[in-house]
């Protein structure tokens, strides 16, 4: 028994030092932390950036941004578009960078509202990013293309389940069977299928509201467990709209993303070529459109397939300030029941600039661990 011990405590302090510098600290134990913490360096947050000073369409694949292939140890994830931006240089190439490097990217590379930018990113990096050290993975997995890929390769990063990457998504599985995190043929020719149905050959919002659904309803008849309450219900439609938002040319601003575009995108991590970004910031425009032809209320399946169940607590589109309400005092406070000091601290810091990104929107701030 005495040999036990020693081996696993051996094991539990290998596990510590290894402990990534963008590793998520969330939902570990007080001892976890209190072993973790002191072999972090711990950064200052940089404040969000603000919106773009130049925010017309211009050409974003340029020379300055060159799309390279993997090396081994780069980490991508289920968000095709923070893929390409790593791919091309406007993120770090390893796919680890500070929310305020994010915020950045997704502005000069999409032209993302800065609002929405600062909003979803630190909603990520609460979630799934190392407050202490200020660095967010944008997957995923250590991916793979050298002689000698990282092994084993590890699962973290944007796919936390349930929140941004979650249930019913359009490219990849869900949790429930297993890999939720690499893109899923099959279903990427159900993207295919639905965009030349329903789409002349393009994704578009019609393409979008019918594969949304579809979606839906095939997680409630194959998954028992199906979850599509705040913040995935959120985060779901406004996966279906931000390819249109984002992903068409700018030369075009016509809200129809070609099959060629679409590929390049999901399948490459890449910029078709000649990219040009849209003009203006945009958002998720759209999700009312997708929305209404399939309204449903959150819910999910309760333990056996076709079982949905409305689910009264869960924000809605009518309900906007309740997600962010659930999101800081039950998400966040279920992750960080009691912290202290530079967690603490770290905590409060990006709470705040998480709230900068909808206090035009009439929310009440909330202050979970205080104000100081």
């Given at each position: 028994?005495?040999?036990?011990?020693?081996?696993?405590?051996?094991?539990?302090?290998?596990?510590?030092?290894?402990?990534?510098?963008?590793?998520?600290?969330?939902?570990?134990?007080?001892?976890?932390?209190?072993?973790i913490?002191?072999?972090?360096?711990?950064?200052?947050?940089?404040?969000?950036?603000?919106?773009?000073?130049?925010?017309?369409?211009?050409?974003?694949?340029?020379?300055?941004?060159?799309?390279?292939?993997?090396?081994p140890?780069?980490?991508?994830?289920?968000?095709?578009?923070?893929?390409?931006?790593?791919?091309?240089g406007?993120?770090?190439?390893?796919?680890?960078?500070?929310?305020?490097?994010?915020?950045?990217?997704?502005?000069?590379?999409?032209?993302?509202?800065?609002?929405?930018?600062?909003?979803?990113?630190?909603?990520?990096?609460?979630?799934?990013?190392?407050?202490?050290?200020?660095?967010?993975?944008?997957?995923?997995?250590?991916?793979?293309?050298?002689?000698?890929?990282?092994?084993?390769?590890?699962?973290?990063?944007?796919?936390?389940?349930?929140?941004?990457?979650?249930?019913?998504?359009?490219?990849?599985?869900?949790?429930?069977?297993?890999?939720?995190?690499?893109?899923?043929?099959?279903?990427?020719?159900?993207?295919?299928?639905?965009?030349?149905?329903?789409?002349?050959?393009?994704?578009?919002?019609?393409?979008?509201?019918?594969?949304?659904?579809q979606?839906?309803?095939?997680?409630?008849?194959?998954?028992?467990?199906?979850?599509?309450?705040?913040?995935?219900?959120?985060?779901?439609?406004?996966?279906?709209?931000?390819?249109?938002?984002?992903?068409?040319?700018?030369?075009?601003?016509?809200?129809?993303?070609?099959?060629?575009?679409?590929?390049?995108f999901?399948?490459?991590?890449?910029?078709?070529?000649d990219?040009?970004?849209?003009?203006?910031?945009?958002?998720?425009?759209?999700?009312?459109?997708?929305?209404?032809?399939?309204p449903?209320?959150?819910?999910?399946?309760?333990?056996?397939?076709?079982?949905?169940t409305?689910?009264?607590?869960?924000?809605?589109?009518?309900?906007?300030?309740?997600?962010?309400?659930?999101?800081?005092?039950?998400t966040?406070?279920?992750?960080?029941?009691?912290?202290?000091?530079?967690?603490?601290?770290?905590?409060?810091?990006?709470?705040?600039?998480?709230?900068?990104?909808?206090?035009?929107?009439?929310?009440?701030?909330?202050?979970?661990?205080?104000?100081?």
């Amino acid at each position: 028994m005495k040999a036990f011990a020693v081996l696993s405590a051996l094991a539990f302090a290998a596990r510590v030092s290894a402990f990534p510098a963008y590793g998520s600290l969330a939902g570990l134990s007080q001892r976890d932390l209190d072993l973790i913490i002191p072999t972090l360096q711990i950064r200052e947050p940089q404040a969000p950036p603000g919106p773009l000073g130049d925010n017309s369409t211009k050409l974003v694949n340029d020379a300055a941004h060159p799309w390279q292939p993997l090396q081994p140890g780069d980490i991508r994830g289920p968000c095709p578009g923070l893929n390409t931006l790593a791919s091309h240089g406007y993120l770090p190439r390893n796919g680890v960078a500070s929310p305020a490097q994010i915020i950045t990217a997704v502005q000069e590379g999409f032209n993302m509202e800065n609002g929405l930018a600062v909003f979803v990113t630190y909603a990520a990096h609460l979630v799934d990013g190392n407050l202490i050290t200020d660095l967010l993975s944008i997957g995923g997995k250590s991916d793979l293309t050298g002689p000698d890929p990282p092994a084993p390769a590890t699962v973290g990063g944007l796919n936390t389940h349930a929140v941004f990457e979650g249930d019913a998504s359009m490219t990849r599985g869900d949790a429930f069977f297993g890999n939720n995190h690499d893109l899923n043929t099959t279903l990427w020719n159900q993207f295919v299928d639905f965009s030349n149905r329903f789409g002349a050959g393009n994704y578009n919002l019609t393409v979008a509201a019918e594969l949304r659904h579809q979606r839906i309803q095939e997680s409630i008849a194959t998954n028992p467990n199906f979850s599509f309450v705040s913040p995935r219900y959120f985060t779901a439609f406004a996966e279906s709209v931000f390819p249109i938002s984002f992903f068409v040319d700018g030369r075009k601003n016509d809200s129809q993303l070609d099959l060629a575009a679409a590929s390049s995108f999901f399948l490459n991590s890449s910029f078709p070529p000649d990219f040009f970004r849209p003009d203006g910031p945009h958002g998720a425009d759209g999700i009312d459109q997708v929305f209404a032809p399939y309204p449903i209320q959150p819910g999910g399946n309760v333990g056996e397939i076709n079982s949905y169940t409305f689910d009264p607590t869960s924000a809605d589109f009518s309900t906007f300030c309740l997600l962010y309400e659930n999101f800081v005092n039950h998400t966040i406070g279920g992750l960080y029941p009691e912290p202290t000091g530079a967690l603490r601290q770290a905590l409060n810091t990006n709470l705040e600039f998480f709230y900068q990104g909808i206090k035009d929107d009439g929310c009440t701030q909330l202050f979970p661990y205080g104000k100081d």
